[in-house]
Nanobody, 123 residues
Framework: QVQVVESGGGLVQAGGSLRLSCTAS????????MGWFRQAPGKEREGVAW????????GYADSVKGRFTISRDNAEKTVWLQMNSLKPDDTATYYC????????????????WGQGTQVTVSS
């Protein structure tokens, strides 16, 4: 049974930082691209960052470029999202997902999803 579990969300003031973690079990982690997505209340889910299976290529939404960094450790079956210079607009539920291929921000390509972790940025 595949499980994807996010952690690390919380409440932070604008300008602060958070580091989200995502662990995946029940799958061959090093064969999966991983993505972070977010959904704010009343808005559609959107892609934030993605990283290919061996970690050599990453992609970011324009809104987070230069502030967020995605990384992974295949031995630990973990992917992280380091979020710096947070803004109130970053407030959302953040989801981690796994894809057996490179789909960047095409959510339909991501087969396994976590339950999400809440990030709230106060002004």
């Amino acid at each position: 049974q595949v499980q994807v579990v996010e952690s690390g969300g919380g409440l932070v003031q604008a300008g602060g930082s958070l580091r989200l973690s995502c662990t995946a079990s029940g799958l061959t982690f090093e064969m999966y691209d991983m993505g972070w997505f977010r959904q704010a209340p009343g808005k559609e889910r959107e892609g934030v960052a993605w990283i290919i299976s061996h970690g050599g290529t990453t992609g970011y939404a324009d809104s987070v470029k230069g502030r967020f960094t995605i990384s992974r450790d295949n031995a630990e079956k973990t992917v992280w999202l380091q979020m710096n210079s947070l803004k109130p607009d970053d407030t959302a539920t953040y989801y981690c997902a796994a894809a057996a291929g490179t789909f960047a921000f095409s959510m339909g390509g991501y087969k396994y999803w976590g339950q999400g972790t809440q990030v709230t940025v106060s002004s």
